[in-house]
């Protein structure tokens, strides 16, 4: 080998050397802003989540969340129409969401997209991203136990 085509040779190898260490170096996006949350945020098929109709959800406008599935009284009576079911965690970053029973929406916790209790979208998240429909559940009633199966 030459001397020139060594020296040569030798300048690519450490440009790769150098490039791979500032790439690795750069690598990390742990503090930048996520993306859509790749799972969506429902729960895995297969969850499955009750609620005991004797002491929870006693009153229209009460929620709970059980097992990733966010339960809330619409109306009297213990049949399943009385009762939505969506998932609790938000789509758009995986924030928790609650019931806000005195305006009658959901709301997540981290950007406050407001979706119906049947799931759409009343407003984006306030950091500019976009959210999107929460996926909903046929609740199934069982002597007093309230169920979804996902
Ligand atoms: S995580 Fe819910 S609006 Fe961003």
Request: hydrophobic share 35%.
């Amino acid at each position: 080998m030459e001397r020139n085509d060594f020296i040569k040779s030798l300048g690519l190898g450490i440009a790769l050397v150098c490039t791979g260490s500032c790439l690795s170096g750069c690598g990390s996006k742990g503090s930048d802003p996520q993306p859509n949350n790749p799972a969506g945020g429902g729960p895995p098929t297969g969850t499955t989540a009750s609620v005991d109709l004797n002491s929870q959800l006693l009153s229209v406008g009460a929620a709970t969340t059980v097992n990733g599935i966010l339960f809330i009284r619409t109306a009297a009576g213990n049949s399943a129409s009385s009762f939505a079911a969506t998932q609790a965690v938000c789509p758009h970053q995986g924030g928790a969401l609650n019931w806000i029973q005195a305006s009658n929406y959901i709301q997540c916790g981290l950007h406050a997209s407001r979706y119906t209790s049947s799931g759409a979208i009343l407003a984006q998240p306030n950091d500019g991203g976009t959210t999107s429909a929460l996926k909903v559940y046929t609740p199934t009633v069982s002597g007093n136990t309230l169920s979804v199966t996902v």
